[in-house]
């Protein structure tokens, strides 16, 4: 058919009632779909449920090194584990410390670390009056909200399919010294699915900020989470930064949330010599170290991290057949209409669609009242304020293959149904 734009308002008035009769036959279907949060499904966690019998009443609990994995020791993780995120992130182990079984909680601490004691020998943040983050948008929810709730500004910065727009990141950070960090998700972005660039992460590396206690949280979330033969490539930032002399600009976080079992995972970040010293010495008061017979299960379970990759063989078996489905229904249903476009990312767990604008609320909306639950509109910007209203983000990772299609049935119909509606000022 015809982009919409195109039609006439007697073309429109024809096509609403035929999208409402469409509408009409899914609510009657009463659907409880829910796509809200990038959940790995049951049958991925279910490739990790051996790790369970990796230890037991009869187990031996000691590392190859004789450390007894009961007792107390060890603030920065077991040697085997730190071995293998190091691989992970392309770091030498030493620059690996290990925690407990979230990230985010990990980058909360940095965050609330930098507010209370400060970095580079400048005042914590919370004695230096209004501090600002830069937020690539769209971005990951969560992120926001650790940096709302320590009262931080947030500024947009635009995302495209490069990264982050380094013109305004660098304006921004080499004039303003209240420009404290900033978030970035370098490898398959939440939410749009596009990793940074070699001249994004080169410029970042070389970045010249006012301020000397700037920090980057580099989240690399989805550093192993492939999805095709031809995955993408990211530079190694901490190599990059070594040549500029900005290896303290850089804390970079990952996990295995998303890998084994995201309640009872594994998460672990790197960083400089001097970041790491002042990290440490919050983590040796905060506390005596984290769950090291976790991390034991998961070091027996890989062996190593030729190991890890098998396994992320078998999680990418699960994802590429839902990614697809989702891909698939977005081009067949919506495509050459003019009312959205959508990334086609080779990895990661999400999918960014851009609506018309000032119709992102309305098709969610749509979407909830046929009984299918989205990720609210707003939520892949600061303060969930969408400017354009435009950004909803697919997460295909948690239901079935088969629950998928029909919830992108429904989606697909939403966001013609918003778009006529605007079109003919409803």
């Not at 033969?229 to 990211?234: A, E, I, N, S």
């Not at 998460?267 to 090291?292: H, P």
């Not at 919830?407 to 697909?412: E, I, Q, R, V, W």
């Amino acid at each position: 058919m015809s982009d919409y734009v195109s039609m006439n308002r007697e073309e429109l008035e024809q096509e609403l009632s035929q999208l409402q009769e469409k509408y009409r036959s899914f609510q009657e279907q009463n659907l409880k779909l829910d796509l809200s949060r990038g959940k790995p499904g049951a049958d991925q966690t279910d490739l990790s449920v051996g790790m369970l019998d990796e230890l037991n009443s009869k187990s031996d609990f000691k590392t190859e090194s004789g450390v007894d994995c009961r007792n107390y020791g060890l603030l920065d993780g077991l040697p085997e584990m730190k071995e293998i995120f190091g691989h992970i992130l392309d770091v030498p182990a030493s620059q690996v410390f290990v925690g407990g079984n979230s990230s985010l909680n990990l980058m909360f601490d940095t965050i609330s670390c930098l507010m209370t004691h400060g970095v580079a020998g400048c005042e914590p943040w919370c004695k230096q009056g209004n501090v600002k983050f830069l937020c690539p948008v769209p971005g990951y929810d969560r992120h926001f909200g650790v940096t709302e709730y320590f009262g931080i500004e947030m500024i947009n910065i635009p995302m495209d399919e490069n990264g982050p727009d380094m013109d305004e990141v660098e304006r921004l950070v080499q004039s303003d010294a209240s420009i404290k960090g900033m978030w970035c998700v370098p490898k398959y972005s939440n939410p749009s699915g596009i990793t940074y660039s070699d001249d994004v992460v080169r410029r970042l590396a070389s970045l010249k900020p006012a301020a000397k206690d700037f920090r980057i949280i580099w989240d690399n979330a989805y550093c192993v989470h492939d999805l095709t033969d031809t995955p993408d490539h990211l530079l190694n930032i901490m190599e990059e930064s070594k040549k500029y002399g900005n290896e303290d600009l850089f804390i970079q976080f990952c996990s295995t949330s998303k890998i084994t079992f995201p309640g009872a995972g594994v998460a672990a970040f790197a960083a400089s010599d001097a970041n790491m010293a002042v990290l440490k010495k919050r983590y040796a008061t905060q506390t005596i170290g984290f769950d090291k017979l976790n991390q034991l299960r998961h070091v027996r379970y890989f062996k190593n991290y030729d190991g890890f990759l098998e396994h992320m063989k078998l999680h990418r078996e699960i994802l590429e057949p839902k990614f697809a489905a989702v891909l698939n229904n977005l081009e067949q249903e919506l495509g050459g209409k003019g009312v959205a476009r959508w990334t086609k990312p080779n990895g990661g767990y999400f999918i960014s669609v851009d609506v018309m604008d000032g119709c992102a609320k309305r098709v969610v909306e749509l979407c909830k009242e046929a009984g299918v639950v989205f990720t609210p509109a707003g939520a892949t910007y600061p303060y969930g304020k969408d400017p354009k209203d435009s950004n909803i983000r697919l997460a295909p990772t948690y239901p079935p293959v088969a629950e998928l299609e029909t919830a992108m049935k429904l989606f697909c119909l939403c966001v013609e149904l918003a778009a006529v509606e605007k079109l003919l000022g409803r």
